[in-house]
């Protein structure tokens, strides 16, 4: 019972850090990154590059986050910039820079799956039985990271501007806010998450070139029910992360892989606005 | 000649013409193609044969897409999908029960049963009043995600990961198997080419261009989208079926949402909505891929993406329109000419077939509200409107901004929109219809923003607007198109009919409005709601609404509202005037009474408490 | 009656020269001719649908003029971004959303600064005219009535020590008594810190308080103009100009 629960939360931890930076983007800009996959698989190989050269663990964090950035930013400048209003085809136009992205991972570091040295190893013992040290680790780097998009939104200039941004556009714009850097900034930050989001992941599994893929549309169906708010994410990531565990313990594993997805769309055929609450 | 079209009566006609003389460019160009099928197995190596089948068959794939997305505008990674259903109906009939004639054909139709059910749910789940587009994308997102993950979870009934092999198919050569494919593929794009340019193909296009204005013109939308995913799913999974029956070979790769946006790619560089792009783009850029991709493996899916990010941001009409554009101008003038001229629509006044009923009795209010209300949660917009409007009347609202004008017209065209009340329509209660189902008791409306279709012509708005009237061809346009009385002459008196030919983006404003309104009276309403008719309009345009709506109401006794801030224009036209403020309903009587009451002078010049 | 309005100074704040523009290709404003000066308060009166919102976002930058031109302190602004006119000194209350709900008051005080370091002296000037909104600066602002949200959308504006104020409306819904409020604000904005005020209204009584000069705006065109003296009396003579 204890297992299961433990599940939950770290299913519901590991999907609300790869979600976020999804949602920020989507709050502010209104449209899905399709490449938000190869942030996560670019993250990953952060680790790997870590793990090669023997560096300390603990550092394929902040390079990820940082590579992550300094991508999100150009990539904001040269293609996203012109398909604001045309929030189908900036889908379609992530979806291909993934594609490109992920053929230059390939090139770099080939096709087959390698294994990333996680900063910390091994089980703890929680009344009596054991659980894996790295996933509790996760609930910490979630909350924190939760924690601290709190405290960029909430407490600085450039978060209030950025919620001015998603709440009211037009209304920033004439109150000086220049929405543009709004963008470039959210997006960089989005994307620097999303690699972060990747080398938490890593040590879990492995790394290959298509490991981002199927965080993919599950962080894109958390983000749809999850609207504006962190909180309505968090709501979702429990419930509909709760819902793909007990789907892959009761059920089977491969339903449990379809469980969030699925639920999520018929959740939004009946309550168009999700987790979200007003 | 004989009249291979039927089904014209005297209000709509189709040229008599047999089919391969009216298309005569497709009917040459198709023999062509047919031709260059025909000739391929003796000037191509096998290899390169093969390479083609597949292609042949991913190009008709690309092709759903095209008509879902370029055509309709539903954004569909769903294809694959479907594609795959046919494929693994072929794969796991031959592999379990073996290869017959027999198990061929029941496989085949549960492949399109299958298909056309599971495309009726998606449907049923992406496009319903208020759907986005992003979550109709979203929806077809997941669906490859199931089927794939449904395929893993059939262990050795369905191969899981490595698919199924090498079970027995129809036999037949490659030159076959080429002849086969090359056929099908050239068939179905030719039909498909006159399929986009028929009256029907143009309803899909107004659906994709401007869907609100289609349910208002009376289009069921959803049911549309919903018929021809259906369709597009069958034929998707015939393409997967033939697949199988010639590689023998069935994997997640063939239905996957990889595969999925792979076509959409396809469709995006061949160019969205023109047929021919998607067909030859696909075919062409397979071929290409496996040569290229065997000596450069990794950079020619680089080069594929690049090149797609650069047409979704730069060119997002697709690589090979521009290419025709710049060919066309080369074209000697006469057959450009020819080519260019589409055959003008004649509109003429409706001819009456047997006597018709009137649905207006003049005892009977045309429109009739009672109690109706509007809540967004705690804010209460309308609060217990009361009115009956008879045929005949014109009737003015009035009020300040936020008084709740637009949104009670929203609750009467819209049955789901208001939180309580009665209202109906010639009698008719609109319970909680569509404004399609609204539409068709008798309702008319315009709004304040004109809601047109802005990529097509004059001619072909007005054509939409008679679809509910007469089914509209799939394979023809209608020559000849009968309007009401009311809209012949709006049409005629504002000058339109001289510009048939002309793009509504390209009419002046009070043009447009004009086109509107036509389209609005083109559906025989008995109700007409107008928002904001003037607005913008020049003092002389204005004059001529006014004109055009006190004859509508004179001699053709239609009942009609307008929202109005322009009193001048109220004055002149509206015999009857109802003050809307803060959701109340403040005054009903004669213009003259209420413009000149003490209430009106202060809500409009004073303070409001 | 004006009260205490001091002759305003000369400099030019605003001018629009046949300034024409509207949606897509409907003409909403045409041939507007309008001067404000540093300290003057304009009125534009107009019923719905005859402009004057649309007078308003085209010279804030929302909308591109179709025809003319638009100066701000001697620069042609015409078509420049909203944002670069809001950090040139323009503030711009809009008639609907025109504050943050899901924001503080504070918050919303905060967004009319080009600094934070700023807000403690801001603060310090909206209490002399608006005692009641620091007291409520942690409260959401969709808590707060209808007329505190007008007050905060003018200390807002306040704050940002605009040189030309674009108002739309904002005396629509309002009490007697806010009303009043607002007309000693302006007037003080207008006499004290030189601003030039534009304001788009429907409420006569109000304009023909607080206004030194009015127009008429009808079907996008201006029809008429006045001068208000000082003792005549104004609130008359403007209805009848508004007269339905």
Known sequence: MLYLFLDIITTAAILFIVSSGLLIIFGVMKIINFAHGVFLTIGGYSSLVVTHFDWNPWFSMPLAFVVGCLLGSVIERTVLRFLYHRPLDAILATWGLGIVLGQLIIIGFGREVQFAAGPVSGAMELFGDFYSKYRLLLIIFSVLVAGAMWLLLKGTRIGLQTRAVIMNEPLARGLGINSSRVRLITF???????????AFITPLSSVDPNMGLPW?????????????????????????GGAQVLASTYISPVIGGLTLAVLAALLLRIRPKGFAYD | MTRLVTGAD?????????????????????????????????????????????????AITALTVDLLWGTTGILTFAQGAFFGIGAYAAGLMFTHVGYTVGTMMLALLAAIAVSMLVAAFVGWLAFWQGATPLYVAVVTLVLPIVVVQLIYSGGAFTGSSSGLVGFDAPSLSMSGWFWFTGTIMVLLTACAWVFIRSDYGRKLNAVRDNETRSRYLGIPTSNVKIILMMFMAALASLAGFIYACVGTIVAPEHADFVFGTELVIYVALGGRGTVLGPVI????????????????????????????????VVLPEGLLPPIWRALARRLPARLANTAKSKRATVFHPLVEIGAKSSTTSLTQPALSLTSVTKRY???QVLNGIDIQIMPGELVGIVGPNGAGKTTLMRCISDGMERSGGTIKVNGKSIDHKSPEGITALGLGRSFQNTSLFGSLRVSECLRLARYPHYKPSKIDTADRVGLPLAAMEVLESTGLQAQLQEQVNNLPHGMKRALELIMVLS????VLLLDEPTAGLTKADRLMIGRILTDLQTRLGLAIVLIEHDFDFVKQVCSRLVVLHRGELILDGPVQEVVNSDLVQEIYSGHVE | MSANIKKPTVSTVLECRHLSSGYDDAVVIEDINIQITAGQIFGILGKNGMGKSTLLKTIMGFLKPTHGEITFADEPIGGVEPQKLAQRGIAYIPQEAAIFQDLTVEENLRLGLSNDRLLPSGMEKIAAYFPILPKRR????????GGEQKMLLMARALMSNPKLMLVDEISEGLQPTMVENITKVLGQLATNDNVGILLVEQNVRFVSRVAHSVALLEVGRIVREKQLDDGTDNEQALAEMMRV
């Open chain 1, 188 to 198: 960089s930050f989005g994307a620097g998450l999303a690699c972060l989001a990747g």
């Open chain 1, 216 to 240: 993919l549309v599950s962080a894109f169906m958390l983000v749809l029910v999850s609207g504006n708010s962190f909180l309505a994410l968090a709501s979702a990531c429990i419930v509909l």
């Open chain 2, 10 to 58: 005297a209000n709509h006609t189709y040229l008599g013409l047999p089919l391969h003389v009216r298309f005569k460019a497709v009917s040459i160009l198709t023999g062509l193609a047919l031709l260059v099928v025909l000739i391929g197995p003796f000037v191509l190596d096998p290899y390169t044969q093969s390479v083609l089948i597949r292609a042949f068959l991913l």
């Open chain 2, 281 to 312: 783009g696909t075919i062409g850029l397979e071929w290409a891929s496996a040569y290229v991709s065997s000596i450069l493996p990794f950079v020619w899916t680089i080069i594929i993406g690049a090149i797609f990010v650069v047409v979704i």
């Open chain 2, 377 to 379: 949660g705690h804010l």
């Open chain 2, 523 to 526: 559906l025989e309403p008995s």
């Open chain 3, 138 to 145: 942690k409260q959401f602002a969709g808590t707060l009535s």
